[in-house]
C-alpha cells in the first residue's frame, strides 16, 4: 500500500542523514513518522532537510504540492524517547555504526515500544545476531538497510538474524513495499550482500586511485556508462561518508580477511576529516551539495 492508504506508525531513532532519509521515504508513502534524536540540532537540520527534499519533489513534478504538505504534517520531531516510541508498528534505528551504540539505542527503545511492534535496524554491516542478542526480546529484530540518498534509491536489504522469527521477516518485507520500495532478503553474513559487493568495488576503485591507474572522474564515467551504475564507486563513497565505508572495511577485514584492507589513501582522508560530500571534501570537493572539483592528491593533473 502507499500514500494515504499507509496507516503505519514509524519511530526512527537517529535524525542524521540516513535518518531523516527513511522518514522522509516513510511519510511521502503515508506512514506518520516520529524522529527521535538526542541533539535538538540534529533535528533542526532534519527538518531543513525535509522541506528542502519536499519542495524539491513538487518542482521536480515527482509530487504533487498537496500530497508534499500533507507528507510534511506527518513527520513529527522529538528528543523524548517515550514519546517517539509510543504506539509505534515499526522502529527503526539509523545510528553511527557501532555496534554498542546501535544495542543500546534499540535496547532502550524496546522499554517504550508495543510490545507488537518490529524493532529495526538500518545497520550497513554489523551482526545484526549480536544487536539482537541484546536485546530482551531477540526474535522481533530484523535488518533495515536502506541505501544513501534514500529518497531516490527503491532499495532495501531485509536482514535476518539467527533469531528473526518468519512473521517479523513477513512483517519486515511488507512494510517495505508499503513504503514503495523494493526488499531483497539476506540471512546475517559479514556485509550482508549489498555492503560486501559495494565494498569490493569500492576498496578497488580507490587503489586505482593510489596507484594512478585513472583520474576519479574517469573512473566513475567508465562504470556509470559501461555498466551502467547510476552512481560511480569513487563519487558513491564520498556520498556515503569515507569514515563509513572505513568502518566497513575494518569489520570486513577483520570477518573475512585482507582483501578488504583499506587503502592508505582512505586512512589519510579521513584523518584529515575530509569525509566526502557531508564536510564539503572527500575524494571530490561539493558545494551545496553538488561536485566543484577533485581533490587534492588524487587525480585531476593527467
Known amino acids: ?43 533542526d537540520a532534519a527538518e531543513s532537510y525535509l522541506d528542502r ?3 524539491s519533489g513538487v518542482e521536480r513534478g515527482i509530487l504533487e504540492e498537496s500530497a508534499a504538505e500533507a507528507a510534511r504534517e506527518r513527520v513529527t520531531t522529538t528528543t523524548d524517547l517515550a514519546a517517539a516510541a509510543a504506539g509505534a508498528d515499526v522502529a527503526i534505528e539509523a545510528v553511527p555504526e557501532e555496534l554498542e551504540l546501535k544495542t543500546s539505542v534499540l535496547g532502550d527503545a524496546e522499554t517504550h515500544l508495543p510490545d507488537d511492534a518490529v524493532v529495526a535496524s538500518n545497520t550497513s554491516s554489523l551482526p545484526l545476531t549480536s544487536i539482537a542478542a541484546g536485546l530482551d526480546d531477540p526474535e522481533r529484530v530484523v535488518g533495515l538497510h536502506f541505501f544513501n540518498p534514500v529518497h531516490a534509491m527503491d532499495l532495501v536489504e531485509v536482514v535476518l538474524a539467527e533469531q528473526t522469527s518468519e512473521a517479523v521477516r513477513e512483517l519486515a518485507e511488507a512494510f ?15 556485509g550482508f550482500a549489498t555492503s560486501r559487493l559495494g565494498a569490493v568495488q569500492g576498496v578497488e576503485a580507490i587503489r586505482m586511485l593510489e596507484t594512478g591507474v585513472a583520474d576519479p572522474r574517469d573512473i566513475d564515467r567508465g562504470m556509470e556508462l559501461g555498466y551502467s551504475h547510476p552512481v560511480g564507486p569513487i563519487e558513491l563513497t564520498d556520498i556515503v561518508g569515507l569514515d563509513v565505508r572505513l568502518d566497513i572495511l575494518e569489520h570486513l ?50
Open 1 to 43: 500500500m502507499s500514500g494515504a492508504d499507509n496507516d503505519t506508525a514509524v519511530c526512527v531513532l537517529g535524525a542524521g542523514t540516513m535518518g531523516r532519509g527513511i522518514a522522509y521515504a516513510c511519510a511521502v508513502s503515508g506512514a506518520t513518522v516520529h524522529l527521535r534524536d538526542v541533539e535538538s540540532s540534529q533535528l
Open 53 to 55: 527534499t519536499l519542495e
Open 176 to 190: 517495505v513495499a508499503d513504503i514503495d520500495k523494493t526488499a531483497v532478503t539476506v540471512t546475517d553474513a559479514p
Open 253 to 302: 577485514r577483520e570477518e573475512l580477511g585482507e582483501r578488504f584492507a583499506p587503502p592508505a589513501l582512505l586512512r589519510r582522508k579521513v584523518r584529515a576529516g575530509k569525509l566526502g560530500k557531508k564536510t564539503g571534501e572527500g575524494f571530490y570537493v561539493w558545494e551545496d551539495g553538488e561536485i566543484v572539483g577533485v581533490s587534492d592528491g588524487v587525480g585531476g593533473d593527467r
